[in-house]
């Protein structure tokens, strides 16, 4: 739960001169993306993320893939665990297609199958339109940019009940990292390449001999 509470992928727009990528035909930036399009999950229409992630001592590994502007995502995520000799390692998929979502155990070939909104960033909030007021409701603060992997974020610190605090490099809504503590535990987040481009569909197909469950 406290690994799902914490993933996330985030880009930025990249320091200094020279395109991002071909979208629809046209060489664009992103800062020309963000400039000219409404708040949107990432910057550019479709790209691939790969990201690691650390909790309780243990270590996941991601790749994301979306389209329409984060409007379908697929995360796949890799877990691996040994416990006295014994492989209990996770490989799982979430499958997201606006408010449809598809969460499987690719090692049971069983799934969930239900549809939940989903807010804008992994903050929990659309940050492209953050507000002062909002800053204050939240109790988080902004702590000024940051370079990541050669893109510009912006810096976050949030601190929360339970013995939560953690900061954010965020460029819009996409996020570059986070570490801190959550419920006690230490946690990272790190994006470790950020790929522009198109994502083929099969990409965002739901597997078959998978068992789902209808609801979370």
Not at 49 to 58: F, H, N, T
Request: glycine content about 12%.
């Amino acid at each position: 739960m406290l690994l799902l509470l914490l993933l996330g992928a985030c880009g930025g727009n990249k320091s200094g001169k020279g395109n991002v990528g071909e979208i629809e035909g046209e060489e664009v930036s992103i800062k020309d993306l963000s400039k000219n399009h409404e708040s949107r999950r990432y910057p550019v229409k479709s790209g691939v993320i790969r990201s690691v992630s650390e909790a309780v001592g243990v270590k996941t590994t991601m790749v994301t893939y979306f389209d329409k502007w984060g409007e379908w995502e697929v995360i796949e995520s890799t877990t691996p665990i040994f416990i006295a000799g014994t492989d209990v390692s996770s490989h799982k998929l979430e499958i997201i297609k606006g408010d449809e979502h598809w969460k499987i155990d690719l090692k049971e070939k069983t799934g969930n199958h239900y549809n939940q909104k989903r807010a804008k960033s992994a903050m929990g909030i659309d940050v492209e339109a953050i507000t002062d007021e909002i800053l204050g409701k939240m109790k988080m603060e902004k702590l000024g940019s940051e370079d990541y992997l050669g893109y510009k974020c912006e810096k976050f610190r949030i601190v929360g009940d339970k013995g939560m605090d953690m900061e954010y490099l965020m460029y819009g809504n996409m996020m570059m990292s986070m570490e801190g503590e959550a419920m006690g535990f230490k946690t990272t987040v790190k994006v470790t390449s950020f790929e522009v481009g198109n994502v083929p569909k099969e990409k965002f197909e739901v597997p078959e001999g998978i068992l789902f469950t209808e609801g979370y």
